[in-house]
Nanobody
Framework: QVQLVESGGASVQAGGSLSLSCVAF????????MAWFRQTPGKGREGVAS????????MYADSVKGRFTISQEGDKKLVYLKMNSLKPEDTAMYVCAAMGRLWPSLDSELYPYWGQGIQVTVSS
């Protein structure tokens, strides 16, 4: 079993920055890629960014390209999400996920392991 714990959520003004982190622990030997998703009552779940531990391949949603950066410390099963130029529409519960595939993906159906989520609020 793999457990995921997120940290770093907060409230910021539009235009500000935040960094989120997620650590996987437990039976992580088969964990090869991780991702950040976000959830809001109105929009449902949206894939934000994903990264593979092998090679550091990344994938981003169009809505965050150029503003968000995902990075990893694969040996520690740590993933970070650096969020710049935040907008009110980035307000959501951000949830970390992990899977056993080698390539990054924003398809939530591929991820068997999920964190509890952490709130990010961006005010105008």
């Amino acid at each position: 079993q793999v457990q995921l714990v997120e940290s770093g959520g907060a409230s910021v003004q539009a235009g500000g920055s935040l960094s989120l982190s997620c650590v996987a622990f437990g039976s992580t030997s088969g964990t090869y890629s991780m991702a950040w998703f976000r959830q809001t009552p109105g929009k449902g779940r949206e894939g934000v960014a994903s990264i593979s531990f092998e090679g550091g391949r990344t994938m981003y949603a169009d809505s965050v390209k150029g503003r968000f950066t995902i990075s990893q410390e694969g040996d520690k099963k740590l993933v970070y999400l650096k969020m710049n130029s935040l907008k009110p529409e980035d307000t959501a519960m951000y949830v970390c996920a992990a899977m056993g595939r080698l390539w990054p993906s924003l398809d939530s159906e591929l991820y068997p392991y999920w964190g509890q989520g952490i709130q990010v609020t961006v005010s105008s």
